[in-house]
Nanobody, 116 residues
C-alpha cells in the first residue's frame, strides 16, 4: 500500500516536497504515479516515474515546475513542487501507475493548499 505525506498550506510561488512511502518488496517492480483531486473535480494525473527511475512523465499543467523522483532502497517516491499556484490546491495521492491511470487501491492522500 502507498501512503502520501508532506502536504501543507503554502503561498503562491512556494515549494513543497511530497513523499510516497510503500510497503512490500514488489514496489521496485512498478511505475508509480502522483495524482490529485481538487474540490469538486475529478482525480487527475500529475506525474509518473518508471520502476528504474529512468523515465518520467508529467501533465502539461505541472511540467517545468514539478519533479518526480524515487529511491527504491527506501521504497519511496517523491514529488518536488516548485512555483506553486492556487490551482495546484488538491489532495495528492500516489499509486501504481500505467499509462497515466492508477492501478489498484488508493492509500492515504495528503492535502496541499496554495493561497493567493
Amino acid at each position: 500500500q502507498l501512503q502520501a505525506s508532506g502536504g501543507g498550506l503554502v503561498q503562491t510561488g512556494d515549494s513543497l516536497r511530497l513523499s510516497c512511502a510503500a510497503s512490500g518488496r514488489t514496489f521496485t517492480m512498478y511505475s508509480i504515479g502522483w495524482f490529485r483531486q481538487a474540490p469538486g473535480k475529478e482525480r487527475e494525473f500529475v506525474a509518473a516515474i518508471s520502476w528504474s527511475g529512468g523515465n518520467t512523465d508529467y501533465a502539461d499543467s505541472v511540467k517545468g515546475r514539478f519533479t518526480i523522483s524515487r529511491d527504491n532502497a527506501k521504497n519511496s517516491v517523491y514529488l518536488q513542487m516548485n512555483s506553486l499556484k492556487p490551482e495546484d490546491t488538491a489532495v495528492y495521492y500516489c499509486a501504481v501507475e500505467r499509462m497515466r491511470n492508477p492501478m489498484g487501491s488508493w492509500g492515504r492522500g495528503t492535502l496541499v493548499t496554495v493561497s493567493s
